[in-house]
């Protein structure tokens, strides 16, 4: 579970990057958001950490602007 976990990490920081984000297929970003349904829960309690911590900094880069 904790190799799943890594891979999901990986994708979302393939995803922030914009020369990436459109290389990614949408079949990936669903089965990454299982990894909050995940049985291990600190897998799920990381994944739920790094979306809210991106969330929040992607909220503040708009606000920006």
Do not use: Y
């Not at 990894?35 to 880069?61: E, F, G, R, Y």
């Amino acid at each position: 579970s904790h190799l799943r976990l890594h891979a999901g990490l990986c994708v979302l920081k393939l995803a922030a990057e914009p020369t990436c984000f459109d290389l990614i297929p949408l079949e990936l970003f669903q089965e990454v958001a299982w990894l909050i349904q995940d049985p291990c829960p600190q897998v799920k309690q990381a994944m739920l950490n790094k979306l809210q911590v991106s969330l929040h900094l992607t909220l503040l880069w708009t606000d920006r602007s």
